[in-house]
């Protein structure tokens, strides 16, 4: 029951922009985004509680869609310190289920 | 600063020998989680933890055990029994029985074995 993500990997110049997907088989509630930089702890970014809500954090937004049990990451001029690996979260009784990640790469 | 904090940063375990993590927090959180992750690959949960003197079993929690006897700490311990340790570990936390909370982790445990 892990969500999945796509795609595994992206790699972007300065500037471009991505998209990432997060589905899950159960039904959603709340989604959680987290970015891994290499080495480091996972850091929160966002979460969205309601269905079709949107959120924004810098340049980087995200939709949920309870509906279709997904949730997408939207990257929008991407910046060198967008890389890191991305991770969504849901909601399983009192404990998060992480995706199975994204990387990210994002080249000068 | 309130926090999460894991040491040590790095630890070596002998063949044969437990190993004890730490993570204190310093942020009232009720609950604690404690995760494993492997070289390029996701986070799984071994332990969670949503009051003190209560904890648990996730994902993998074979070779490990954990204890809560305060709400600012949540200890993990690798046991013997776990054979292939190698791996980096977090512990995180977040509050209110952590429902539809963000989740705060600690800077991780590196552990090796000799």
């Known amino acids: 029951q892990q969500p999945v993500q796509s795609p595994q990997a992206v790699i972007l110049r300065e500037g471009e922009d991505a998209v990432i997907n997060c589905s899950s088989s159960?039904?959603?509630?709340?989604v959680h985004w987290y970015r891994q930089k290499h080495g480091e702890a996972p850091v929160f970014l966002m979460i969205l509680l309601k269905g079709g809500e949107q959120k924004g954090h810098d340049k980087i937004s995200a939709s949920f869609n309870e509906k279709k049990q997904q949730s997408s990451l939207y990257l929008t001029a991407s910046q060198l310190s967008y890389s890191g690996t991305y991770f969504c979260g849901t909601e399983n009784t009192d404990k998060l289920i992480f995706g199975t990640g994204t990387r990210l790469q994002v080249f000068p | 600063d309130g926090g999460i904090t894991q040491s040590p940063k790095y630890l070596f375990r002998k063949e044969g020998q437990n190993v004890t993590l730490s993570c204190e927090q310093n942020l009232n959180h009720d609950a604690m989680y404690w995760y494993r992750q492997d070289p390029g690959q996701g986070l799984r949960l071994i332990y969670y933890?949503?009051?003190?003197?209560?904890?648990q079993k996730g994902d993998i929690a074979e070779g490990y055990s954990v204890s809560r006897e305060k709400k600012e700490s949540f200890p993990l311990t690798v046991t013997s029994a776990q054979k292939n340790p190698t791996a980096f570990y977090l512990c995180?936390?977040?509050?209110?029985?952590?429902?539809?909370?963000?989740?705060?982790f600690g800077d991780g445990t590196r552990l090796s074995i000799l």
């Open positions: 995180a936390s977040r509050g209110s029985r952590g429902i539809n909370q963000p989740q705060h």
């Open positions: 933890s949503q009051i003190v003197n209560d904890f």
């Open positions: 159960k039904a959603l509630y709340s």
